[in-house]
């Protein structure tokens, strides 16, 4: 059961506190400005941490504590393990047959299994760790020739080149679709951009799909999908069928590859999909996989790249702690070899660096909508069934009764175990916990390490590096970072020979 808005009031119900100003059809849309998990802190504030809200037609509770969190992902983590999806959303997820977007049952059950022990299992993500490698020293490259053009320190498009970078890392983990980068040829350096011709195709179609996703009033507001005003469902359905025409074409590939004895042993995500198909045709059919390649990649380009920008953006503006991490790498790691997925765990500052980012900054602020699929409880306030719940782990992040000067970047809180026992969930909790955290924190590690260990950082004009947040469907820097590098003099050697 799915989008339940009709919730049964009941006078006898505790139900939580809702805001004033709630409008006929609007509900309290209109109160909530860009971004939201900003205007969702503040509501919270003012009328505690467990809320009510209504969206359009639609039911929603907001939680904004440790404790209450906490129960929604551990007492009624089945509850609530169904998603609240909105109706663009379900346009580009094949009805919601996804595994990120699909109600909880024995199809989400299977793909989860299915991602979990064979996708992005351990085992995997560490087979990954040589293209991942790879692709950042290919980015490495590039941002030394920039400096060497340059004939000093240049400006460069960060943001830019750690989308392409993840994007690249995850389409040839989906399909194995190139080449190492160490392998391309001085031409490609001509095009700028490390991007596998794959995965700028994959970026040319979503590029024309989000736009309209989550577009406010069309999703909340039943009349304007009716009459398609702005024409809104035709477009999202245009982009949608060229963007699964594109993840066909890879599967047929996939497909013929395999027919001619292709694969090897590291096999890609769609070729082990295809290898289920031969057994269960009727489950694992091509939509199935389209669904699931699709969801892969657009759950993981975003999130993984734009903590990768946070991170630096913070150090940017933080340059004792950038010397710091610099001092862990060089005495672990040396000046004669690019840091790797082994040298991780050996990198605790590093670690802190990359847990702090994501406390201040999780990539989902308000994680992704779940919805209860019963009756129950939190914080002692009834949540009727059908009730789409959204979780403000960026205000929960940041509360100052549980964290010191809590809005300050500081690594060295997470040091030593220090806050263990504390509710820091980026990747969210329970049963429909982040699958790819492993990859991701692979990937954040090797290309944030990288780029600690190779250049000098400096900001552009030397002004403050702007920590504004903007909206999305994960959480964006308002501004993108452009940031100013220059070739660490000890690491010249290294650079030279890439
Ligand atoms: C820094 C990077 C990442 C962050 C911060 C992040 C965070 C999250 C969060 C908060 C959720 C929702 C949890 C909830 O519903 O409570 C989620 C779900 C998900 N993530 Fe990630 N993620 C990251 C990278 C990745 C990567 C690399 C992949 C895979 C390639 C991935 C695949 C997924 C999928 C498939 C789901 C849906 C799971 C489900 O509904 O069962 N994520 N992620």
Request: glycine share 8%; hydrophobic share 40%; proline share 6%.
């Amino acid at each position: 059961r799915r989008n339940g808005s009709k919730t049964r009031s009941s006078s006898l119900r505790r139900l939580p506190p809702s805001p004033p100003g709630a409008v006929p059809f609007l509900g309290h849309l209109h109160l909530i400005k860009k971004p939201f998990h900003g205007t969702l802190s503040r509501l919270a504030e003012r009328h505690g941490p467990v809320l009510s809200l209504r969206l359009g037609s639609r039911a929603a509770v907001v939680v904004t504590s440790p404790a209450c969190a906490r129960e929604c992902f551990t007492e009624h983590d089945v509850t609530f393990a169904n998603r609240s999806l909105l109706p663009s959303q379900m346009l580009v997820t094949f009805d919601g047959a996804a595994l990120g977007t699909a109600s909880y049952g024995p199809h989400w059950r299977n793909l989860r299994r299915i991602a979990v022990v064979q996708l992005l299992s351990a085992r995997r993500v560490g087979a990954m760790s040589g293209a991942i490698c790879a692709e950042v020293r290919a980015m490495v490259r590039r941002l030394h020739r920039a400096a060497a053009a340059a004939g000093g320190p240049a400006r460069v498009e960060l943001k830019r080149r750690l989308f392409e970078l993840s994007l690249t890392v995850l389409m040839g983990a989906v399909a194995q679709t190139k080449a190492a980068a160490a392998a391309r040829t001085e031409s490609d350096d001509a095009d700028d951009t490390d991007m596998s011709p794959e995965a700028q195709e994959f970026k040319r179609v979503i590029d024309e799909v989000f736009p309209y996703v989550s577009s406010v009033l069309w999703d909340y507001l039943p009349l304007l999908r009716w009459f398609d005003v702005f024409r809104v469902r035709s477009k999202i359905m245009a982009a949608v069928s060229r963007r699964d025409a594109f993840l066909r074409s890879l599967i047929e590939a996939e497909r013929r590859r395999m027919d001619d004895g292709g694969g090897g042993d590291n096999k890609s995500m769609i070729a082990v999909l295809l290898t289920l198909q031969k057994q269960e045709p009727e489950v694992y059919t091509d939509t199935m996989i389209t669904a699931f390649c699709s969801n892969l990649l657009g759950a993981g380009t975003e999130t993984t790249s734009t903590t990768v920008e946070w991170a630096m953006s913070l150090l940017l503006n933080n340059p004792g702690t950038l010397e710091k991490a610099q001092a862990e790498i060089d005495a672990a790691v040396g000046h004669s070899r690019l840091i790797n997925a082994d040298d991780l765990p050996r990198l605790g500052y590093l670690r802190c660096i990359i847990a702090e980012t994501l406390r201040l900054y999780p990539a989902a602020p308000l994680l992704l909508p779940h919805e209860s699929a019963a009756d129950c409880k939190v914080g002692g306030y009834d949540i009727p069934r059908g009730t789409a719940l959204l979780v403000n782990v960026y205000a929960i992040h940041r509360d100052p009764a549980v964290w010191e000067h809590p809005d300050k970047f500081v690594p060295e809180r997470f040091a030593g175990g220090k806050a263990e026992g504390l509710f820091v969930a980026p990747f969210g909790m329970g049963r429909r916990k982040c699958p790819g955290e492993a990859l991701a924190l692979q990937t954040v590690g090797v290309a944030l390490g990288s780029l600690i260990q190779c250049f000098h950082w400096g900001r552009p004009d030397g002004v403050e590096v702007d920590m504004g947040e903007g909206s999305g469907l994960t959480m964006p820097k308002a501004v993108p970072l452009e940031a100013v590098c220059s070739p660490r003099e000890i690491m010249h050697g290294l650079l030279d020979k890439l």
